[in-house]
């Protein structure tokens, strides 16, 4: 029978998202505290705006379709004549129904800011949340595309760079979209068995997870942040990029778990390694908590031209159920003259591989290689994100285009934030982390530095020589009935934990504070004897 130190090594080798699960096996079985599960960042909140305006806007599509065929149990399509008119005489006449004043100003916004066509605009929303056709175009319909482009550019770029430069495949989720952009930079050469690749760690896990896999056998090279600094890259550390055999850097910005976004001074190294040294690197930046921080600014402003952009909606609107993210490139990018100026007999395998969809396959462009490689190419035809979804995306995106100047809908999510993470420091009875450019949405504690905090070095030093590093958060799942997630699996210090502040309710903060506390306090006593 194994020992507890053996178990825990045997479930050190797994990723901690797994290990998560064990750990929450462990709390249901301890009969003596109700289990607190901080350790998955799915919000506990929805936005409400988008989504009522989401369901009235379906009533206005039914009637649309009615009014072009209307039998027992059926319509037909909606028609684009006269559309936008009829969308504002429905708002209008339905103005006592929630989500109506919000259509209002979401049809102004886009029809007198962005200077889109009602009409077009109001076929492609009915059209789409009935769900009646087919993505076209497949990579996001066109008027899905000048919104998102606008919110992404309010809100990741900081308005830096003008309207219609990037373009953007509408895609599930976060997720889904690292797995296309791994497979679509393999499958063109651009990262090839045995190449090296940068990861600013601490890092979301599957991002240290998928290089190692057969699929694409790459070497990692992390570039740390400095827990002793704010969680900052030191300039030291981001000169490994200056290195030629390099070829990608993957960043998750803000960091998860730190949850700090980069510096100005991180930014600008990196902008001048690119302009100077490295213009081959490719940057995927993925900034799906960029907009918990107030002025974010994303690398995709920094160096656009490198830069492959990853944004996921799920967690600022407690939508990930909904699935919804896009990928961003901009239209002059570096990545697309790479594949150009490959050797001849790669870009003949690229030519084999996608002159099923193109007369001129060489000549692709790499986000419609991603939108093709997503569909195995032969189902390229039937590519792109379901409709609804894209609505709902628009919905969401002109929810905070509509509120940019008051930012309403932000501050009363980071104050909601902000309480949790405060009671959980004082339950611990020390002073919160006041770092800059926070997005709060996780916390890591370092668990030793804690110990040496609250206690002594000697303690915090004997804690991690005669412990396994998952000992803290099995010890709490078990004992204590809360799980947390090991920092270790993320690259971040051992015996590290990181704490969502997302998915608990703000009373139950204090309890997890105390858990933690308490357990120390355990060690402490043992250590003591």
């Known amino acids: 029978m194994m020992s507890n130190r053996e178990i825990e090594k045997y479930y050190e080798s797994i990723s901690p998202f797994e290990l998560k699960n064990k750990l929450a096996e462990l709390a249901k079985n301890n009969?003596?505290?109700?289990?607190?599960?901080?350790?998955?960042g799915n919000p506990n909140w929805v936005a409400t705006d988008a989504r009522e305006a989401f369901f009235l806007l379906g009533s206005f599509a039914i009637e649309e379709a009615r009014r072009d065929l209307s039998r027992v149990g059926l319509a037909g399509i909606p028609s684009l004549k006269g559309a936008g008119q009829r969308f504002e005489d429905f708002c209008r006449f339905h103005s006592d129904r929630v989500g109506s004043q919000f259509l209002i100003n979401a049809y102004k916004y886009v029809t007198e800011t962005l200077g889109l066509d009602g009409d077009e605009f109001i076929t492609e929303m009915t059209d789409g949340i009935l769900g009646d056709n087919y993505p076209v175009p497949d990579r996001i319909l066109k008027n899905v595309s000048k919104i998102v482009d606008a919110y992404i550019l309010d809100t990741m770029c900081n308005l830096e760079l003008p309207p219609g430069k990037i373009d953007y495949f509408a895609v599930e989720g976060?997720?889904?979209?690292?797995?296309?952009?791994?497979?679509?930079?393999?499958?063109?050469?651009?990262?090839?068995?045995?190449?090296?690749?940068?990861?600013?760690?601490?890092?979301?896990?599957?991002y240290l997870e998928i290089p190692e896999l057969k699929d694409y056998e790459l070497e990692i090279v992390e570039i740390k942040m400095d827990e002793n600094?704010?969680?900052?890259?030191?300039?030291?550390?981001?000169?490994?990029l200056l290195d030629p055999d390099i070829k990608a850097f993957f960043v998750v910005n803000p960091s998860n778990p730190p949850s700090t976004s980069m510096s100005k001074e991180a930014l600008e190294k990196i902008k001048t390694i690119i302009n100077t040294k490295r213009k081959d690197l490719i940057i995927l930046t993925d900034d799906v908590y960029g907009t918990f921080v107030e002025d974010f600014k994303s690398l995709a402003a920094i160096v656009p031209k490198n830069t492959i952009l990853v944004y996921s909606y799920s967690k600022y609107f407690g939508c990930t159920g909904w699935r919804l993210g896009v990928i961003g490139i901009h239209k002059d990018n570096v990545l697309d003259k790479m594949i150009a100026s490959l050797p001849k007999e790669k870009r003949v395998g690229i030519h084999n591989r996608y002159e099923s969809i193109s007369p001129d396959p060489e000549n692709i462009k790499l986000i419609d290689r991603l939108v093709a490689d997503s569909r195995a190419v032969a189902l390229n035809h039937t590519a792109g994100l379901s409709t609804p979804q894209q609505v709902m995306m628009t919905l969401f995106s002109l929810q905070e285009l509509i509120d940019s100047d008051s930012r309403l809908y932000r501050k009363c999510m980071k104050d909601l934030i902000k309480v949790r993470y405060d009671e959980l420091y004082k339950a611990m009875e020390v002073e919160p982390p006041n770092l800059p450019s926070y997005a709060m949405y996780y916390t890591t504690i370092d668990i030793p530095h804690l110990a040496e905090k609250l206690y002594s070095k000697k303690f915090?030093?004997?804690?991690?020589?005669?412990?396994?590093?998952?000992?803290?958060?099995?010890?709490?799942?078990?004992?204590?009935?809360?799980?947390?997630?090991?920092?270790?699996?993320?690259?971040?210090?051992?015996?590290?934990?990181?704490?969502?502040?997302?998915?608990l309710d703000t009373k139950d903060y204090k309890k997890v504070g105390k858990a933690v506390k308490e357990l120390l306090a355990e060690y402490y006593e043992a250590w003591k004897w």
């Open 460 to 503: 915090a030093d004997w804690l991690k020589s005669e412990h396994e590093p998952i000992d803290f958060v099995w010890r709490l799942a078990n004992n204590k009935g809360v799980v947390l997630m090991d920092g270790g699996g993320f690259s971040a210090p051992e015996m590290s934990v990181r704490v969502s502040l997302a998915n």
């Open 174 to 206: 976060g997720t889904a979209a690292m797995t296309y952009v791994f497979n679509t930079l393999k499958e063109n050469y651009l990262l090839c068995p045995g190449d090296k690749i940068a990861l600013g760690t601490p890092i979301f896990t599957p």
């Open 31 to 40: 009969y003596e505290t109700i289990m607190l599960n901080a350790g998955r």
């Open 229 to 240: 600094n704010d969680w900052k890259y030191s300039e030291k550390e981001l000169e490994k």
